[in-house]
């Protein structure tokens, strides 16, 4: 049975999406493609209010998360950890061969600007990753005041992952000084998986262009070079970039503004409605993510038996990631959901448990 998605990512996908995706196949050498890439990057420089380069890479977003280690961290790193998507990010940068630090947070907690300026005042780095909207707990860390911290550190590589955030708030990648701003589009990009976006500023190229070990596949340098062609070092997936294509102009359509205040409203719709059903917010209080909400077990409902039986009614469920399995249950209203869609869902919720009524 299809299941309409509420997990936060992937998400359900438009139909005209899909449709994009099945137009007929090009050659990533021909200038068809560059058309498509021009156009597409060009968009995305818009939505990132950015003129750095912007690559689309084929991989989930994960490859490229490691591509930022191998390509911008030089002497040490500071990892900043608030969930299992940055301490996965951690154990990567050590598997990558780099020295690092891992700054940890509990779980629930956002990263802080203080934390943020005690570590690297240590003058031990040379590069920081951090994620904006850390899926796992549905914790956004204030990424404008972090990105003031950075502003006293130049020498520092400012690496964000947006995974689960970018466009559904504005992210301005050149005002907050990101150096590397990377998200897969399977979440609040609302496509299918496969394609991953990333920023490189001048200062990344030049901190690439002296570290050794790059590898080839997510070599920025490599990606530099063939975007001056509108092209990719090796054979994108052409059928996402279409879909891209097709979803930047439904967002220009649909309007920036109004996509950001469609994702608040959202967030404050899902938030209201479990508190009013005696859910609290597994966030720390002010911090709570804009496109997925995390929401303790409170009620003590057997999660797992809810999952089960949501699925049999068609609805995929979340039950809680990691070490919160169980304790916590995640909703996404991402991408482009919208209030009738999460209305369906919480019909489904009361039809198998009433007292949720
Ligand atoms: C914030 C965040 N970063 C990274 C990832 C990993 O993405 P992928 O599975 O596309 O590699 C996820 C996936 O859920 C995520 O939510």
Redesign the pocket.
Known sequence: MTKKLFI??PVPVHPDILAAMATPMIGHRMKEYAELHGRVTAGLKKLLFTEDRVFLAT?????V?EGAIRNLVGTRCANFCN?A??D??HDVTLRCGKQADAFRFDWGRPVTPEAVDKALATGMYDSMTM??????TGVMSPLTEIAEVMRKYPEVMFIV?????MSALKIPVTELGIDSCIF?V??AFALP?GL?VFTASEKALKRAAGIEGRGYYFDYLEFASNDDKNNTPSTPCISLVYAMDRQLERMSAEGLENRWSRHRELADYVRGWLASRGFELFPESGSASLTLTCARNTRNIDLAELKKQLGNSGFAFDDGYGKIKGKTFRIAHMGDMTRSDLDELFAAMVAIMPDLA
């Open positions: 936060p990512g991989s989930s977003a994960f490859g998360m969930g998507f940055s996965k990010w994620i904006h909207n850390e899926t796992s992952d947006t995974v689960s955030s897969g399977q979440k998986p991953t």
